[in-house]
T-cell receptor
C-alpha cells in the first residue's frame, strides 16, 4: 500500500529557480528516502534521512523531516533542465519494505 | 560495481508466450526486489528475495514466477500474461532488508508490452 503522498503532483519552474516538494506519510518510520526517476528509466536514490535526523544536505539537495507532522520536504536549489524528472519519497519502517509515494513530476524549463 | 543490470530493455510478447526477465547485481546485496510500474504511477512491489529465499509475494498472480538462482541473479518468468500486465518492470537490490532498510539500487527496467 502507498503511504507517502507527494505535493504538488506536478511542478513547472525555470532554470535557476528552487524547487520544493513535500511528502506526507501516515505511520511511524525508521527512515525516509527520496528517489528520482527520469522518464521511463530506473529510480536513482538521492538521499536518506533517518527518523532521528531533522535536516540533511547533499549537493544542491536539502531534505527536512518533521516526524511530529509526519512530513518531509525536498528542496532542489538552482535547478537545471537536467533536474526534470519524477521525484518519489519512500518510507521504511520496522520490518516492512519501502513504501513509495505517488510522486511529483518536475519540469525545469531552460 | 554499483550497477544493477536488467535484460532485455524492451519485450513484446503475446498472451500465449513464455518469456523471462533477468536482473543481475554484483554489489554483494542480499535482498533483491521486483517492482511493477505503470505510467505516471509509483513502483509497486511484487516480490522480495532475502538471502536467495522468497520473503514477500505481494499477492502477485501466478502467471508471474520469480526465481533467484544465486545471490547475484534474479529472474522473473512470465507466462500467459494479459494486456494489463504491460508495464515497466524494475529490479532492485539492497544491502539490508528487514530492520536494516537502506538505499535500494534500481536497474533501468524492462519495458514489457503484452499484445
Amino acid at each position: 500500500s502507498q503511504q507517502g503522498e507527494e505535493d504538488p503532483q506536478a511542478l513547472s519552474i525555470q532554470e535557476g529557480e528552487n524547487a520544493t516538494m513535500n511528502c506526507s506519510y501516515k505511520t511511524s518510520i525508521n527512515n525516509l528516502q527520496w528517489y528520482r526517476q527520469n522518464s521511463g528509466r530506473g529510480l536513482v536514490h538521492l538521499i536518506l534521512i533517518r527518523s532521528n535526523e531533522r535536516e540533511k544536505h547533499s549537493g544542491r539537495l536539502r531534505v527536512t523531516l518533521d516526524t511530529s507532522k509526519k512530513s518531509s520536504s525536498l528542496l532542489i536549489t538552482a535547478s537545471r533542465a537536467a533536474d526534470t524528472a519524477s521525484y518519489f519519497c519512500a518510507t521504511g519502517s520496522g520490518y516492512s519494505t519501502l513504501t513509495f509515494g505517488k510522486g511529483t513530476m518536475l519540469l525545469v524549463s531552460p | 560495481d554499483t550497477e544493477v543490470t536488467q535484460t532485455p530493455k524492451h519485450l513484446v510478447m503475446g498472451m500465449t508466450n513464455k518469456k523471462s526477465l533477468k536482473c543481475e547485481q554484483h554489489m554483494g546485496h542480499r535482498a533483491m526486489y521486483w517492482y511493477k510500474q505503470k505510467a505516471k504511477k509509483p513502483p509497486e512491489l511484487m516480490f522480495v528475495y532475502s538471502y536467495e529465499k522468497l520473503s514477500i509475494n505481494e499477492s502477485v498472480p501466478s502467471r508471474f514466477s520469480p526465481e533467484c538462482p544465486n545471490s547475484s541473479l534474479l529472474n522473473l518468468h512470465l507466462h500467459a500474461l494479459q494486456p494489463e500486465d504491460s508495464a515497466l518492470y524494475l529490479c532492485a537490490s539492497s544491502q539490508g532488508y528487514r530492520g536494516l532498510l537502506g538505499e535500494q539500487f534500481f536497474g533501468p527496467g524492462t519495458r514489457l508490452t503484452v499484445l
